[in-house]
C-alpha cells in the first residue's frame, strides 16, 4: 500500500498535513478556516456531498429536492488551493504511526486528524426494527422516507378503486424531539392541506399521525413553557401525541405499544441516535452513545494531535454535555482552525466554549417554537419563530443557488399549498401492506367500504 500523495510538484510533507474525515458541519468549518494556513488538507467522506440535514424532513415529506439542501463538497471547497478532497472511507486509525487507513487501501499520513463523521440511528440494541421504521440522517433516508409516505397515499387510492376499501392510513413517528415533530407536524401538512384535492376515492385528510414519545413531554430538551406550546400546536393539526408511551415491538405494519398494538402504514423512527463507529479506533474513552470524551481542546486523552468533533465529541461545558446538533459542530470546526493557527505560531491553543445562540423547532405551516439566547433572549412561537427559522436557516444554506431555491420552493408551498418534490422512486411496496389487505377490512375500513367508488 503506498502513501497517498498530492498530484502537485510539492510534496506534501511541506507543510503540515491536516487530514480531516467528515464532510459535514464539523469538518467544512474546519477545512474552510484552515484555508489560509500554512498547511495542506485533504478532506475525506464517503459520500461525494454535504447535507444540510436540519431540512432533511422536508425532502423527506417533498417540500424541497435534495439538489436544494446538498452541494459537491468539491464545489464549496474548490478555491482553496491548500485542500484536496477524497470520496473514501476510513477503516483504520494508527495514532502512533499518524496514520489512517482507507477503504480503497491506500494509507493516508497525517500531522493533525480531525475526525468528524457525525452520529447515526440507535434502536437501542433492536437493529431488527430498521428495515420498519427508517430514521433521517441522510439523502437516501429523506427519499425513502419520501418514498413510503406518498406511496402509502397512492396504494389506498388503488386498493379504494379495486376493492371498495383501503387498510387505515396511519402514520406513526417514533420519538418527539425536534426531528419527531418536524416529521409529525409535516406529515399532518401534506395530508390536509396538500392532497386535499388529489384523490378522488380516499380523503388524506383523515390520516391519523401519531407522534409516540417516552418521556412526560415533547421537545425536552427545551424549555417547559415551549414545550407545552408545540404540544399544543401539534394538537391543531390533529397530531395524536402519547408521551410516556414506550415502543415494544415493530414489525411489518405495525407498531406494539404498552400491550397494544396498532396498524401502522409507514413508521418513523426519531427516537435516538449513536455516535459513528470511528470513535472506536481510537482506542481512547466512550461514552454510552459511542460518542468520544475529548477535553477543552477537542483532544482525546494522550492525543494532542488528534481532535473530535461533532455528534462523534463528548465535550463537558459547566457540568453539561455540549449537545450534538449543528450550532456547536460548527463552532467546534471554526475553533479547530484557531487551535491550529496557535500551533503554528508557538502560542498556547485556546480551549473552546460553546456559544449558545438558541434551538428552534418547526410545527407544521408557518408555525414553530424557539429558544433565543443571541442577540437577545426570548422564546417565541407561532408565525414570528418560523419566520426567525427561515431567516437563520436560508443563511445557513452554502451556495447562492440553494439559498434562492429553497426560498423560491418554500413561497411556492406556502402560497399555492402545491409541493414540487412529490416523486416516488423505487420499490412500489410497503412493510406489512399486503398483509393488511389479505386480511381483510377492519373496522376502519368496513367504513371506508360504504364510500361510493
Not at 46 to 51: D, E
Not at 62 to 76: C, E, K, N, W, Y
Not at 315 to 336: F, I, K, L, R, T
Not at 345 to 351: L, N, V
Amino acid at each position: 500500500m503506498g502513501e497517498l500523495t498530492r498530484p502537485l510538484e510539492q510534496p506534501l510533507a511541506r507543510h503540515p498535513r491536516v487530514v480531516i474525515v467528515g464532510g459535514g458541519f464539523a469538518g467544512l468549518h474546519a477545512a474552510k478556516g484552515l484555508a489560509r494556513l500554512p498547511v495542506d488538507i485533504t478532506v475525506v467522506d464517503r459520500r461525494n456531498h454535504y447535507t444540510f440535514q436540519p431540512l432533511l424532513y422536508q425532502v423527506a415529506l417533498a417540500v424541497l429536492s435534495p439538489a436544494d439542501i446538498a452541494q459537491p463538497i468539491r464545489t464549496i471547497l474548490r478555491r482553496q488551493q491548500n485542500t484536496q478532497v477524497l470520496m473514501d472511507e476510513v477503516v483504520g486509525i494508527d495514532p502512533a504511526a499518524r496514520r489512517v487507513a482507507l477503504v480503497s487501501g491506500a494509507q493516508l499520513p497525517y500531522d493533525y486528524l480531525v475526525l468528524a463523521t457525525g452520529a447515526t440511528h440507535s434502536y437501542f440494541g433492536r437493529d431488527d426494527w430498521a428495515p420498519f421504521a427508517p430514521g433521517l440522517k441522510t439523502i437516501e433516508d429523506a427519499t425513502e422516507i419520501r418514498r413510503r409516505v406518498l406511496l402509502a397515499f397512492e396504494l389506498a387510492e388503488r386498493q379504494m378503486v379495486e376493492h371498495g376499501w383501503h387498510p387505515p392510513l396511519n402514520f406513526v413517528v417514533i420519538g418527539a424531539g425536534p426531528t419527531g415533530v418536524e416529521l409529525a407536524g409535516a406529515i399532518s401538512d401534506i395530508a390536509q392541506l396538500y392532497m386535499r384535492h388529489d384523490f378522488r376515492h380516499i380523503d388524506p385528510a383523515k390520516a391519523r399521525v401519531l407522534l409516540l414519545e417516552g418521556s412526560p413531554r415533547v421537545l425536552g430538551a427545551y424549555p417547559e413553557d415551549l414545550s407545552a406550546k408545540a404540544e399544543a400546536a401539534l394538537g391543531r393539526l390533529g397530531v395524536e401525541v402519547h408521551t410516556l408511551t414506550h415502543v415494544t415491538g415493530i414489525g411489518p405494519g405495525w407498531v406494539e405499544m404498552a400491550g397494544k398494538r396498532i396498524e401502522a402504514v409507514v413508521t418513523l423512527w426519531a427516537a435516538g441516535v449513536e455516535a459513528s463507529p470511528l470513535g472506536r479506533l481510537l482506542g481512547t474513552p466512550l461514552d454510552r452513545r459511542g460518542s468520544v470524551l475529548v477535553d477543552e481542546r477537542l483532544n482525546p486523552p494522550g492525543l494532542p494531535d488528534v481532535f473530535v468533533l461533532g455528534d462523534l465529541a463528548h465535550v463537558e461545558q459547566d457540568g453539561h454535555q455540549v449537545p450534538g446538533v449543528a450550532q456547536p459542530a460548527m463552532q467546534m470546526g471554526d475553533h479547530v482552525a484557531r487551535m491550529l493557527a496557535a500551533d503554528l505560531a508557538g502560542r498556547p491553543r485556546p480551549a473552546f466554549r460553546y456559544f449558545d445562540k438558541g434551538d428552534m423547532a418547526t410545527i407544521g405551516r408557518m408555525d414553530a417554537v424557539a429558544k433565543v439566547e443571541w442577540p437577545f433572549k426570548a422564546h417565541m412561537s407561532g408565525f414570528p419563530a418560523w419566520a426567525t427559522w427561515l431567516i437563520v436557516h436560508i443563511f445557513f444554506l452554502i451556495g447562492f443557488r440553494n439559498r434562492l431555491s429553497v426560498f423560491a420552493a418554500w413561497i411556492w408551498t406556502y402560497f399555492t399549498f402545491t409541493r414540487g418534490a412529490r416523486l416516488i422512486t423505487g420499490d412500489q411496496r410497503l412493510p406489512g401492506w399486503q398483509d393488511q389487505i389479505e386480511a381483510g377490512p377492519g373496522e376502519v375500513a368496513k367504513k371506508l367500504k360504504s364510500k361510493t367508488v
